[in-house]
């Protein structure tokens, strides 16, 4: 099923893979409210103007597509559009939903270990942890943070990677293979406004 989308990213370094993830949508990119390469430049414009314009694209969508990349906390918007993403917003009398949010980990130089590092559970099971250091708050709070927990390994207390964060992180090549799977996801964790995971739904 198709969902209105709008990507969240910054602009100097995920423009490649913005407009790779829009030619992954396919027909479904009809319904993507973002911006495009066609879009104009909003640098220069006044901090309320591009508010405004963001919250023009953001509303009525029902999923955010993140793009988790080394320098995003540089960005002066990604954690306000995860935060606008995540309340309800009311315009003449209709208030929107709580969108579901996917965050798709950048691939830089062949590689996710800017972000990613891996471990073993106590079965001998590929494990990966995340450097939340590099992630705003609003997104690592988000993650691993099913209520209750939904665990891969209740014994080694490992999450389920892909329901047990209201926010999954997808690398970047899974994404890109199968865009609907990960959009349907975030967008059926989002139908009950988020039951099931503990929200931070402000910066």
């Known amino acids: 099923m198709a969902h209105k989308t709008f990507i969240s990213y910054k602009y100097s370094e995920c423009c490649d893979l913005r407009d790779r993830i829009i030619t992954a949508l396919g027909d479904d990119a009809t319904y993507y409210q973002g911006e495009t390469s066609d879009s104009p430049d909003m640098t220069d414009l006044k901090t309320a103007t591009i508010r405004k314009k963001l919250s023009d694209m953001l509303y009525g969508t029902s999923v955010t597509i993140v793009i988790l990349s080394p320098h995003m906390t540089e960005s002066r918007w990604i954690d306000w559009e995860i935060e606008y993403s995540l309340q309800k917003n009311t315009r003449q009398g209709r208030t929107s939903q709580t969108n579901g949010v996917v965050g798709v980990i950048q691939k830089v130089d062949g590689s996710y270990n800017w972000l990613e590092s891996t471990g073993q559970n106590c079965h001998g099971d590929s494990t990966i942890s995340y450097d939340d250091s590099l992630l705003y708050p609003i997104i690592a709070k988000n993650h691993f943070n ?9 014994q080694c207390r490992t999450f389920d990677w892909l329901n047990g964060s209201y926010i999954a992180f997808v690398a970047e090549d899974a ?3 199968d865009p609907g799977q990960y959009i349907d996801n975030a967008y059926d964790k989002s139908e009950n406004d988020g039951a099931g995971y503990c929200l931070r739904r402000s910066r």
């Open 175 to 177: 994404f890109l293979a």
């Open 146 to 154: 099913s209520d209750p927990e939904q665990w891969h390994c209740p």
